[in-house]
Each structure stands twice: as structure tokens, then as C-alpha cells.
């Protein structure tokens, strides 16, 4: 590694960190930020280039021999990057990596066979996308697609809550949700709005198609009449005990899990 010691805070090589006191400026800069040594090590075996590594002194000496060769690390004294993130940096090490350009639906999933799809239409709240994509990971999904005015699949937040799964899984982002209906329907998925209605069909009578897209609506409101009447079908999980809901991601492990009991 090429290993640099830095002294001051004013050091302009810093600058990609000062960033990180922000609330996610890194979506605009084409850039996103890991930390921690567990996803920071995911970020070395990602696909992802790595542009700089920050780590304390008190953190390399057990982390360095991970390091790839070649990669830069700044290194500084715990307090001046306490100093610098706005923080406690407890964590002892944090990178910077370059985004790469959102794929596209028709490039992200298999062109035929069992496909399984997650579809947030505005999921604000970054620990439910986080929880989100690592759920997708987990019951096999080939693709996320987080629709317009979702949470940012790569802000650090969301990062550490889905354990950096996301780092080896498509993430489609940026399309209009009613868009990303129409288009999963064009790649023979049927999609299946998740919802909470005495109409929609019950989850545990539902045999789902070996190609599905599960659609996912805001933390709040749900999915919008607009999106859940574009659906193919309309699903809802039977409660006891009078509970209205469940959290998203919640549903979203059930949803899952009752597919893949099926394929």
C-alpha cells in the first residue's frame, strides 16, 4: 500500500472525507463512503474501485496486512479524524470508493428463467433500504431497483445497515417507479404490489410466478393507487391481535421468503 502520513487537518488530501460531516454529498461528487474494517474489507473483494483509505495509527496496525497492494492510506491520529469527519471515529478506518453508473433493468437481471426483483417506490428512510437490499441479498434476488425519491442505495448509512451487500448485487436507481413497473413487465416479471386491503390476495394462497417482481411502497403511505393498480397482483400478509402493520423491511423478508419456499 502506499502509505501516507498526515499531520494536518488542512491537509487538502483530507478533502474527500471532510465530506462525511454532510448528510450524503457523495452521491453528487460520483463517489460513495464504507466504513469500518468489516465493509471496508467488502469493498476490497467489490467490484468497486477504491480511490483513498483513511485509518488512525491505533487502527493500522492490525488492518494493514488486509490492504491491498497499490491502494493509498492516508494515516492520522484518532483526534485529528474525530476532528476531521465530525465524529467519533471509533470505527478507525473509512474509504472512498467511485460510483459506477446505474444499470439498467434489462442489464441487471437474467434475460429468462426464476428471477426474483425488489421494487421500492419512494423508500425514504435509509435503514429501510439498507435492510432492504441486504434481505434482497439474502433470499437470492438478482436486482434492487429503488425507484425516484428513494433513499440513496449507496449513502453510508444504508451502506452499513445492509452489511455492504449492495456492493455485489445490482442496484437500479434513478427511474420513475410507474416506469420500472412497465419495464419489469416487458421482461415477462409479474409484479406483485405488496399491500395492506381485506381485497388484495393473501399471501399464504398465493403461488407465485417463477419470474416476480415484489413491489414495495413508502415507509408511511405505502404504495400510491397509481403504482399498486399498475401491479399484475396485489398481495397482503394476514395480521392477529388487531396489528395494522408491519415495518417495510419486515415485509419484505416475509415476501421473500414465501417465494423462495416456492422456487
Same mark, same amino acid.
Given at each position: 500500500?502506499?502509505?501516507?502520513?498526515?499531520?494536518?487537518?488542512?491537509?487538502?488530501?483530507?478533502?474527500?472525507?471532510?465530506?462525511?460531516?454532510?448528510?450524503?454529498?457523495?452521491?453528487?461528487?460520483?463517489?460513495?463512503?464504507?466504513?469500518?474494517?468489516?465493509?471496508?474489507?467488502?469493498?476490497?473483494?467489490?467490484?468497486?474501485?477504491?480511490? =483513498?483509505?483513511?485509518?488512525? =495509527?491505533?487502527?493500522?496496525?492490525?488492518?494493514?496486512?488486509?490492504?491491498?497492494?497499490?491502494?493509498?492510506?492516508?494515516?492520522?491520529?484518532?483526534?485529528?479524524?474525530?476532528?476531521?469527519?465530525?465524529?467519533?471515529?471509533?470505527?478507525?478506518?473509512?474509504?472512498?470508493?467511485?460510483?459506477?453508473?446505474?444499470?439498467?433493468?434489462?442489464?441487471?437481471?437474467? &434475460?429468462?428463467?426464476?428471477?426474483?426483483?425488489?421494487?421500492?417506490?419512494?423508500?425514504?428512510?435509509?435503514?429501510?433500504?439498507?435492510?432492504?437490499?441486504?434481505?434482497?441479498?439474502?433470499?437470492?434476488?438478482?436486482?434492487?431497483?429503488?425507484?425516484?425519491?428513494?433513499?440513496?442505495?449507496?449513502?453510508?448509512?444504508?451502506?452499513?445497515?445492509?452489511?455492504?451487500?449492495?456492493?455485489?448485487? &445490482?442496484?437500479?436507481?434513478?427511474?420513475?417507479?410507474?416506469?420500472?413497473?412497465?419495464?419489469?413487465?416487458?421482461?415477462?416479471? =409479474?409484479?406483485?404490489?405488496?399491500?395492506?386491503?381485506?381485497?388484495?390476495?393473501?399471501?399464504?394462497?398465493?403461488?407465485?410466478?417463477?419470474?416476480?417482481?415484489?413491489?414495495?411502497?413508502?415507509?408511511?403511505?405505502?404504495? =400510491?393507487?397509481?403504482?399498486?393498480?399498475?401491479?399484475?397482483?396485489?398481495?397482503?400478509?394476514?395480521?392477529?391481535?388487531?396489528?395494522?402493520?408491519?415495518?417495510?423491511?419486515?415485509?419484505?423478508?416475509?415476501?421473500?421468503?414465501?417465494?423462495?419456499?416456492?422456487?
Amino acid at each position: 500500500m502506499n502509505r501516507i502520513r498526515i499531520e494536518s487537518i488542512d491537509d487538502p488530501r483530507l478533502d474527500a472525507f471532510r465530506s462525511m460531516k454532510k448528510s450524503n454529498s457523495t452521491r453528487s461528487q460520483d463517489t460513495f463512503i464504507a466504513e469500518g474494517t468489516t465493509l471496508v474489507e467488502r469493498l476490497f473483494r467489490s467490484p468497486y474501485e477504491v480511490q =483513498t483509505v483513511l485509518a488512525s =495509527t491505533q487502527k493500522l496496525g492490525n488492518f494493514a496486512d488486509r490492504i491491498p497492494d497499490g491502494t493509498t492510506v492516508l494515516e492520522v491520529d484518532r483526534d485529528l479524524a474525530t476532528q476531521l469527519v465530525g465524529y467519533s471515529f471509533h470505527l478507525g478506518v473509512v474509504a472512498v470508493a467511485a460510483r459506477k453508473p446505474s444499470p439498467t433493468l434489462a442489464d441487471a437481471v437474467p &434475460p429468462d428463467g426464476a428471477s426474483l426483483v425488489l421494487l421500492a417506490e419512494h423508500m425514504i428512510d435509509q435503514q429501510n433500504v439498507g435492510l432492504l437490499i441486504r434481505i434482497a441479498s439474502a433470499f437470492g434476488a438478482d436486482a434492487v431497483v429503488l425507484g425516484a425519491g428513494s433513499a440513496d442505495g449507496f449513502s453510508r448509512r444504508v451502506l452499513r445497515v445492509s452489511t455492504g451487500n449492495g456492493l455485489f448485487m &445490482p442496484i437500479v436507481e434513478g427511474a420513475a417507479a410507474g416506469q420500472a413497473v412497465d419495464d419489469l413487465k416487458s421482461l415477462n416479471y =409479474t409484479c406483485c404490489a405488496t399491500v395492506l386491503t381485506s381485497s388484495a390476495t393473501e399471501l399464504a394462497n398465493y403461488s407465485f410466478p417463477a419470474r416476480t417482481a415484489l413491489v414495495f411502497g413508502n415507509e408511511t403511505h405505502g404504495l =400510491t393507487a397509481e403504482i399498486a393498480g399498475s401491479c399484475d397482483e396485489r398481495l397482503t400478509i394476514s395480521m392477529h391481535n388487531d396489528t395494522d402493520s408491519v415495518n417495510v423491511a419486515i415485509a419484505a423478508g416475509i415476501f421473500c421468503h414465501s417465494y423462495r419456499s416456492q422456487h
